[in-house]
């Protein structure tokens, strides 16, 4: 069995002593330090860092950590956050007609590789009740159209809080949400894209490679802005392919990319391994 | 030893018989063949294929296989075209300040591993005859300024013919060559462009790609149009980033893709097995 | 819709004018060839050929076909085989308590990337059959024993033959299969092994790699033979790992790949993709 | 410019308080931290820690600093060594035959990739003179036999004495040092092996590969032990290779990993990011 901990996700301008005060305070307040990961960017003279330590030993509640932790934030006026492993996130997936990123999730969060709870599916057209249904998923479909589209975001706003969602992943969802549901979830909705972004951002990225002739396709992670397949990107990674692959090909050996992609991405969220700066992400991995 | 071969290297509408047509002839001349391969577009109908067999048992010279196959590629239409092992190459390079790809290039090509003679490096900038002159290759500088470009493009012109040069290599060469000299030598110039297109085109990719935030950086090898990063891809990879690293590192990193994917480039088209279809490459390897 | 093809296999001595009379033979009897690949052994002097035609149109029925061709093998001292597209290849599945790679093969099946019918799995311990019956698939539990081994092997015979079973997949099936069950199906039975062979053969791959202290962990799919993990290779693939890797952090990472490689494999072979010579593979793709 | 840096490698058994003890240290003397990274194993409770910090703000010279930091060091029973950016290592290159791996090196050393000198360059059999002299390094041709291997390896100790060596790369030399030479130097001999290690260890690797019929070659770079190919692994990396690819083509496409994974594994030596534990690596990148 793992240990239960807690992970604490500091920014703040760089000075010297800031990872000593961090440390100390955990020290002195007992709490074993399992992971220490620090970023300092010499171009902007951030300080990012990432502290995960046994959260069992310590000699203060949660109430008490963030009385005692004031001082030390507000010395080199930090942004910070804390989040318990024993909180399970609660993720709502978002699909469409293709369901391969949602198996995979779901059969790694079925598998405990990625400990979160899913108690929530939308889809936009497809029912997939009588899939989710037996695993215990409830699922809701909300079909877009153009004269629907702010009801149905509504809706779905709704739904979230309805079931205390923490993040939201597109798992191959093929309608943009507005800036309605966007802003609500700053660094809380992933999209999974076909393509290394930023090439072959918009719609059917498979067919404009094939166009272009390129010989890696690819799949883009990120954290979903207002500014289309333009937020922080999470994971990324490429597969060669050659001029005997088809578009069907093409989408073939996409799947595999996308699923492995957006599931590393989501592991990533769900172990408070991210800190978004600057339209960009510092991964702690 | 490996024996002295000939490609043959065939594309036209495709149809029933074309490969036995081909390999027939072939066998009626004693041509041991070594490999064949053969590609189909269901898209656009195009057959493409690329022949390499033994030139020394056969019983047509030169200037006689071009008279007897005549009547096969009429039959099906055939653009088509033959080269000699025999007949090495000759490759300029073009350079600017750095030499990276440069020393790469001639070090494939005196280990053996590029069978191609190299009787030429003009650079726009750097003085390089210190270090090319002991290995016997000569070498100009053109300085490129707004007023002589015209003048200096016609002096590599005549270089080119007087080296009796079959193909340029921009080895990281920093001047964007005009439709004078791309016009000239169609799908013979390769340039190496430090991002994977059509991702990061035109200048600074890496400070393009650091800004954006990507997790993968890439490197492209490809023939060059007069449409700027444009023309046809013949190999790409990608290497993994993350947030530690700098433009520096995406420099560092880069270098030894660059030098990659442009030798493997390089080795394609000096061993004839690609052809040029639509904007995008068929890549026989 | 894809066209009915036939796919024609050939080995023997390498010589003058195979393609041409195999290709020769296609356009004589209007099969419109879609993929010709061909590969020589200059070590050896073994020729192989792959042809895949278009099968509707040729003026041969099946019987037919193999009186015609048998002349040409005669010619050449050809082994050879054909297969058609539309006689769909039986496939059993195998497999304990691990199902990534089950679910793996049987989404690949579902959303038709793999051209093939799964009537039946067989695992050693656990009862998967309230997952498969609902998709059709019927399931036996042979739990082995030291001492009912044999039986039990003679019993997954009897249900091979009942079931009409073309070819087997280990998906992670934890027992060695004697030569009882080897012999009867020979470059017909592909395992994964979870280490880049030959390296870890046998037990714990995982844990020994991570003694070992290696910096990338592997997948092997590859035909059983007698000889325990040293059967043909038809893929691999690697993936990085660091020091903070645990065990259980390569058994993460390692599922991604076996599926993935193990897959590939399965693909190659429902689509005759795989010619075996000499303990090594030919793999036409 | 980078500044100047301190590297400061701890390795302990794993407490409560040595992250913030060590950090506090740094602080309290005006050194500030450019990157913290650590590593606690599980498995065996050992703590590993590299601080990179700018020596130049430090109030502390270097021999004070030695013991300012001993009582830290004594309350947590640290093994630890401190390294400074300035003190540029003094590199040995030995090498045979090919020449791939020291051209490389010297060109990335030349170009700033590199930070290190490279006084000496031993061969055991071809003269590398007339390459080297001209860059200002010394070389010498020391040939091995049976009955002068002993005397060799004296002369090869003066040597390293005598141009002040701190580590040796062994790039594709052939011979086997003797515990005489390699208990002199713990890990601080760094060697590339043209295999994914374990797998094809010893001689003619490449050969090994292609008689298996293995679908990827690999290169590995680790410290050298006496135990034959079986010290520490420093860098591994795989490429895919096929049925085609001769034994030739194999050495081709290793020549590229080799050199990359040896630069890679020389880059992190020379920026001490690496320690060793039971004879596996822990490397801080």
Redo the contacts between chains.
Sequence with gaps: MKPATARLLIWCP????I???A??F???H???????????D??DGAFCMRLEFESE?MDLSREEFVEAWKPVAQRFAMDWRIAYSTDRKRMAIMVSKQD?CL?DLL?RQR?G?LSVDVPLVVSNHPDWSDYLEPQGITSFTLPITKSNKDKQEQRLLQLLEEYRIDFVVLARYMQILTSTVVDRLPSRIINIHHS?????AGGRPYHQAHK?????V?ATAHYVTTDLDAG???????V?I???D?VDDLV?KG??LER?VLASAVRLHVEDKILVHQ?????FD
């Design positions: 760089d000075s010297t002593g990872i000593a005060a440390t100390g955990l020290a002195e007992h709490a074993n330090i399992l992971e220490a990961d620090q970023h300092s010499p171009a030993g391969h198996q059969y598998c590789e290394f972004l930023p090439a072959f272009r002739g390129v010989k890696v690819g922080p990107i999470i994971a990324q990674d490429t060669r050659n001029h005997r088809t073939r799947r595999d492995t339209n960009r992400t510092i991964v």
